[in-house]
């Protein structure tokens, strides 16, 4: 799985929080009757992960109450949530379709309360979800402009960030974020991973290893920092983080293969120095030990040739008796 595949069902998983309407804390105006029993019917619907009934529960709320942007936001949460389970099918073309229907949902709903930083936040997190990080931005800083959540909007700007790959922007939000609420796990898990990518791995170390402490059952966890101590080449905590990761997931393949890796740096490690292969010598014979060799004799014939020049040759004589 790819970095921007993996930021993305991050980004969904997040948005999970928000996405069932009855978790908002206090409604806006409009409404009653009808519209309250569509709207109650809706968020059994959407409780049970039947969104796509909760959607049309919602339209029915909205039809009743036109001019409540409470309406909007409640079938704009359910097309998200419904747009997310089509991802985690992998229906590509039933997902756009809903997350488009929660854009339009919500951009109502800043139409008819264009003072609500909800609004924007809220269709920031379905413009997360389509990769819209530009858009996203935009409507975080309106949020910001207009005091909402402050650390959601600094998660949720962070995760945009981070899919621009704007590291150090990405880092100083999840900081902001963290200030505002330091309970949240991701925030720490995204921070990490931008100090990562800025080569700053004793902060990421410090951040993953936060992460875990508030939740120690969260195998990507251990999985990530054990990759981050593996670049470090720390490779005996990096294997003890993979032991664990895989204790808590033993189908985690990537991790399997890391692990391996790891192993193999310590066996390379501590592996005895190879023993010198000796050099072999040069060859006895060679054109140029040749050459010498016949210049040499050359020479030595001439000096034997000049001092032997003029001198009587010896003769024997026998004497026959």
């Known amino acids: 799985m790819n970095t921007r595949t993996t930021l993305r069902l991050t980004i969904l998983l997040a948005a999970a929080v928000l996405a069932v309407p009855g978790s908002h804390a206090k409604r806006r105006g409009g409404g009653g009757g009808d519209a309250d029993e569509h709207r109650k019917k809706g968020v059994e619907f959407a409780d049970a992960k039947q969104f796509d009934k909760a959607v049309e529960e919602f339209t029915k709320e ?39 229907s929660s854009i339009a949902d919500f951009t109502k709903m800043i139409e008819l309360s264009p003072k609500n930083a909800v609004g924007y936040v809220e ?52 900081t902001a974020a963290i200030q505002k609420n330091p309970t949240d796990q991701q925030n720490y ?46 490779y005996e905590k990096a294997i003890a983080d993979y032991q664990q990761a895989l204790k808590l997931d033993p189908n985690d393949q990537v991790t399997q293969q890391n692990m391996t890796y790891a192993q193999s740096r310590i066996a390379a490690r501590n592996a005895p120095p190879p023993s010198p292969t000796p050099t072999p010598g040069a060859p006895l014979f060679t054109p140029v030990r040749i050459f010498i060799a016949i210049v040499i004799l050359a020479v030595i014939a001439a000096i034997v040739r000049f001092f032997t020049r003029g001198k009587p040759e010896s003769t024997s004589t026998m004497r026959i008796r």
């Open 123 to 174: 269709r920031a997190q379905t413009e997360l979800a389509q990769i819209q990080y530009d858009a996203a931005i935009n409507d975080l800083n309106k949020a910001l402009e207009l005091k909402g959540d402050e650390g959601l909007v600094y998660k949720f700007r962070g995760f945009a960030y981070v899919g621009l790959n704007q590291w150090d922007k990405a880092a100083a939000d999840f």
């Open 62 to 100: 909205v039809e009743a109450a036109p001019d409540n942007p409470e309406a909007y936001r409640d079938r704009g949460t359910a097309y998200r949530a419904a747009g997310r389970a089509a991802v985690a099918a992998s229906d590509g073309p039933s997902a756009a379709a809903r997350f488009d």
């Open 189 to 234: 898990d995204q921070r990490a991973l931008a100090y990562r990518n800025l080569k700053n791995f004793p902060a990421a170390i410090q951040d993953y290893t936060t992460a875990i402490e508030k939740n120690p059952s969260y195998q990507p966890e251990y999985a990530r920092r054990g990759l981050t101590y593996a670049v470090m080449e720390e």
